[in-house]
């Protein structure tokens, strides 16, 4: 069973405060996602990588970072947090290639920034 | 860039209604089409995907048919049932070795019994 775990689950933080959110994945997959979902938007991809040592930007990378430091890990970083990126935000893992591309997410992280 | 529209955000039906939600797409090539389906609390999940123009993809009752021509994956079920209700999200994957995967904003069906 594909297995995508996001930490923390529940955040707080303050306005101009620095934040991680943490993803592990033990599918060995080669590729990861970060999104954000919000009422109206549905799911938007912030950054994605293809393997350790990358990040590329996605759809809304603006005010984030990735690191990809292994195949398993893959953070996002709010170096300074705003309201507007109060949101829930999904981790996913999937294979490469034309016939797979299944994603696998994670539970989901609920980030309030006040 | 490669962009997914779906245009109902909410539908509302009643047990063993016909289920129409309609998915147009944007991008070159032949992208991967994909329906997903999130409950609450919970990750979205694959239902299903198509990857050739006609192919049709299906499961749990729901199906949907990759239409180029029209650049449509419309998703249908006959006869919806009240555990159908959840978040339906189409998506693609883009073609030429692009690993970038694009959601449409989702559709929340709610199903009364």
């Not at chain 1, 994945?25 to 979902?37: A, F, I, K, L, S």
């Not at chain 1, 970083?77 to 981790?91: D, G, H, K």
């Amino acid at each position: 069973e594909a297995a995508v775990t996001q930490s923390p689950r529940n955040k707080v933080a303050v306005t101009g405060g620095k934040v991680t959110l943490s993803c592990n994945q033990t599918n060995n997959h080669n590729n990861m996602y970060w999104y954000r979902q919000d009422t109206g938007h549905g799911l938007r991809l912030i950054h994605y990588s293809y393997g350790a040592g990358s990040t590329e930007k996605g759809d809304i990378p603006d005010g984030y970072k990735a690191s990809r430091p292994s195949q398993e890990n893959f953070s996002l970083i709010l170096e300074l947090a705003t309201p507007s990126q109060t949101s829930v935000y999904f981790c996913a893992s999937g294979d490469r290639g034309r016939d797979t591309g299944q994603l696998y997410f994670g539970e989901g992280s609920k980030l309030t920034v006040l | 860039g490669d962009s997914v529209t779906q245009t109902e955000g909410q539908v509302a039906l009643s047990e063993e209604d016909f289920l129409t939600i309609h998915c147009n797409y944007s991008a070159s090539g032949y992208p991967t089409l994909f329906w997903y389906v999130q409950y609450p609390g919970e990750g979205p999940q694959l239902l299903f995907r198509a990857s050739r123009d006609k192919e049709k993809g299906s499961s749990r009752g729901f199906e949907a048919t990759y239409d180029k021509g029209t650049t449509s994956f419309h998703l249908r079920k006959a006869s919806v049932q009240e555990s159908d209700s959840a978040v339906y999200y189409c998506a693609l994957r883009g073609d030429y070795g692009n690993e970038k995967i694009t959601f449409g904003a989702g559709t929340k069906l709610t199903i009364k019994p």
